[in-house]
């Protein structure tokens, strides 16, 4: 996974990186984007969502200070979103930037309410306030890669079932299916018995 994510910010050279849940990841991605500076690129930011305080704390002290001009750590609680009739959880103090890079492996996917599970609703969030394209990468989140992919389109999605992730984009706000659209195209579909 690491060496996706790595080859991908090194290629795409994204400026602003949204990462869901704050990790080893951060440290590949601020380092791709430092190799990405040094080559002559503008410099990017990951900004880093975590919700639990003991990993917040636990990334802000291992983040290698020759990273820490990459990467911005913020601590936020999740709350829930919803888009047609898909109930998701996302972070709540993102900041509001123009991404064009999301990471998924957070939050915890489970309803701050009543701890229903959810799937990740950050992707979405970001992309309705984007002026362009945005691309991603889940990892491991089946829920929130199988919601992307009815909500996006199917065409915009792939699934890598070796590794495990997702890959979804690039998607811009007017790719968003409302709920008649997607109710329409899952109605199409044959069913198998």
């Given amino acids: 996974d ?5 080859n991908y910010v090194r290629n795409k050279k994204p400026i602003e990186i949204l990462e869901c849940g704050t990790g080893v990841s951060t440290i590949v991605i601020a380092y791709a984007l ?3 500076e040094r080559e002559g690129n503008p410099r990017g930011r990951v900004t880093s969502m975590e919700e ?10 291992l983040l290698p200070k020759n990273l820490e001009r990459y990467v911005e750590i913020i601590l936020s609680p999740p709350e829930e979103d919803f888009h047609a009739f898909f109930r998701g ?13 999301v990471f998924i492996d957070g939050p915890y996917s489970r309803s701050p309410k009543d701890g229903t599970p959810t799937f990740d609703f950050d992707f979405i969030h970001i ?10 990468i889940i990892d491991m989140r089946h829920s929130t890669c199988y919601v992307l992919q009815e909500v996006c389109g199917p065409q ?13 984009g690039p998607v811009r706000k007017e ?14 579909r044959p069913f198998r018995a």
């Fill in 175 to 188: 790719d968003i299916r409302d709920a008649g659209t997607i109710a329409g195209a899952f109605v199409a």
């Fill in 156 to 168: 915009k999605f792939r699934y890598d079932y070796a590794r495990g992730l997702g890959f979804i």
């Fill in 52 to 61: 639990l305080e003991k990993w917040y704390r636990i990334a802000q002290d």
């Fill in 34 to 36: 430092m190799e990405n």
């Fill in 2 to 6: 690491y060496i996706v994510l790595y």
């Fill in 127 to 136: 992309v309705k306030r984007s002026r362009g394209y945005v691309r991603g």
């Fill in 89 to 101: 959880t996302r972070y709540k103090d993102v900041p509001d930037r123009q991404y064009e890079f």
